[in-house]
């Protein structure tokens, strides 16, 4: 059969044309959804392409649909903490629309950033998504006014950009709103510097749930801090400490519980301990395992994905800055049902 045939070398847009009996330039609009034709001829020509295996190869995709399927990632978190989960949810996302993603790590390096630039713009990318390893740090190279759309995920956007962020208050208000439930009355939260955003949004939230007065300690983003601050907290009388405490990742969290044990302090029976982050690697190898809020970084990368695929087809997307909400994934260390 003439099906058989063609399954037995590669198919091409001519052998989809001559099997339903139109044109090349038929077949190209039948697959692109473009043109005037009737329901019936579209969904045979799709289904004949499929039957014979008809798969543009990527430079035929290209000048099909006038794109490239290739898509930019731009990072300055070269340790990858915060940009690999993204890039992750970017994949997942595309690569059922037979989008590839290349990744471009920058440091801190203006010249470096826009030599990459430079080489995505070359290779015709369809668009460029931006990230980082802060939320209130623009990276060190000008993406506005470019050719292609932007995205920004976990990093600063360029104004009238369409940015993605995790929100940081309702991750804080999670945790906090936790540890009440469990009953605990003495809260307390462990974070890191000041003139991060993040560190603000979520002393604010914790705050909002634990009271106006609710002691906040800021430090650096250490297990080290975190051992300075139960140092500083079991120096006061008993009545005077937490018995619960929320930190601000989840290095310090595991640098808060390794204190406590030290002291006798047991978790979560006598303190309960939440984390921020849910660094895999850090919760699940703590002990107890961490408590941890989750940014969803993973869903925050595939939601730039989906964005980016929209701009680079021509849709419309409203811009401004999207929070996406975060979830508590509860375990051992401030008791509690445990999250599956």
């Known amino acids: 059969m003439t099906v058989q045939r063609k399954r037995n070398a590669r198919a091409t847009i001519h052998d989809v044309a001559r099997e339903v009996g139109v044109s090349v330039s038929t077949v190209s609009k039948a697959l692109n959804d473009s043109g005037r034709m009737a329901v019936e001829t579209r969904a045979r020509i799709k289904q004949v392409a499929e039957d014979i ?34 890039m992750a949810g970017v994949s997942e996302a595309l690569v059922d629309k037979g989008v590839s993603v290349f990744l471009c790590a920058i440091e801190d390096d203006p010249a470096l950033g826009k030599v990459h630039v430079d080489a995505m713009l070359d290779k015709q990318v369809d668009g460029i998504i931006a990230t980082g390893k802060r939320i209130d740090r623009s990276l060190p190279v000008d993406l506005s006014g470019l050719s292609v759309p932007v995205v920004y995920a976990f990093t600063e956007g360029a104004p009238d950009s369409v940015t993605l962020t995790s929100d940081d208050a309702h991750g804080a208000g999670l945790a906090t709103e936790w540890l009440i439930g469990l009953g605990r009355k003495k809260l307390v939260h462990i974070t890191g510097p000041e003139d991060f955003a993040s560190v603000r949004e979520r002393r604010k939230a914790f705050r909002a749930h634990a009271g106006a007065d609710a002691e906040v300690l800021c430090g650096i983003w250490a297990e080290s801090w975190g051992h300075e601050a139960i140092a500083e907290l079991w120096a006061r009388d008993a009545e005077e400490r937490p018995d619960g405490i ?3 990742n989840d290095q310090i969290a595991r640098g808060v519980i390794d204190a406590l044990r030290e002291r006798g302090v047991r978790v979560p029976d006598d303190v309960s301990v939440v984390g921020f982050d849910n660094w895999e690697i850090m919760a699940a190898q703590a002990r107890p395992p961490l408590t941890s809020v989750d940014m969803n970084l993973k869903e925050l990368g595939k939601e730039a994905g989906r964005t980016m695929l929209a701009l680079a087809e021509g849709k419309y997307v409203e811009p401004g800055l999207r929070k996406l909400p975060c979830r508590l994934v509860v375990r051992r260390s401030c008791g509690g049902r445990q999250s599956e």
Not at 53 to 79: C, E, Q
């Open 246 to 248: 929320v930190c601000g």
């Open 53 to 86: 295996g008809f798969r543009p190869s990527a430079l035929a995709r290209g000048l099909l649909f006038n794109r490239s399927f290739t898509i930019g990632l731009l990072t300055n978190d070269t340790y990858g903490r915060f940009t690999l989960p993204v």
